[in-house]
């Protein structure tokens, strides 16, 4: 049981969002059917694919697939407010694509989002994987973010920079 969290924000246009794309379509097609998978997409706003996670069969990978090709770049960067909305699932993982830079919602600084986050994750043990889409040179702020992201909440990161 799986989450995708997708940044479709105005700082992830052009090859960010390609890349994401390829990425999440990528896992996506390799997931096997008795997986069970979500799509949480945001910039400024964040937009949940189904209510529900659906099993990775073929009809509704298409059907995801199609949704992440049809995303544009646009606004603001609310990280905090996806993730919490992808902790909502019943889900053992999430995986957050993102060039890491948040802009706006509840929690806007990345500390104060790790902290929040790993605090929520307390009792839940939900593994939180990072992909940084080009964000920024290793050891960077938004570098940094994504990796303390993923280690306090027994995740891994991966760096993204094409």
């Not at 059907?63 to 407010?81: E, F, L």
């Not at 929040?116 to 290793?138: D, E, H, K, L, M």
Request: glycine share 8%; proline share 4%.
């Amino acid at each position: 049981r799986l989450v995708f969290v997708l940044d479709t924000s105005g700082s992830m246009s052009g090859q960010r969002i390609a890349a994401a794309k390829r990425e999440l379509t990528k896992a996506i097609n390799g997931l096997a059917d008795y997986v069970h998978f979500g799509i949480v997409v945001f910039n400024g706003r964040v937009n949940v694919w189904r209510r529900e996670l659906v099993p990775a069969n073929e009809p509704f990978k298409r059907a995801a697939i199609v949704t992440i090709n049809n995303q544009q770049t646009t606004s603001s960067t609310a990280s905090y407010d996806a993730l919490e909305a992808a902790f909502a699932f019943d889900t053992e993982a999430i995986y957050f694509l993102s060039d890491g830079a948040p802009t706006a919602g509840k929690i806007v600084a990345p500390a104060d989002i790790v902290v929040a986050i790993a605090a929520r994750n307390q009792i839940r043990r939900i593994s939180v994987y990072t992909i940084g889409i080009g964000a920024g040179f290793p050891g960077s702020p938004l570098d940094v973010f994504l990796r303390t992201l993923a280690e306090r909440n027994l995740g891994v990161y991966r760096r993204i920079d094409n």
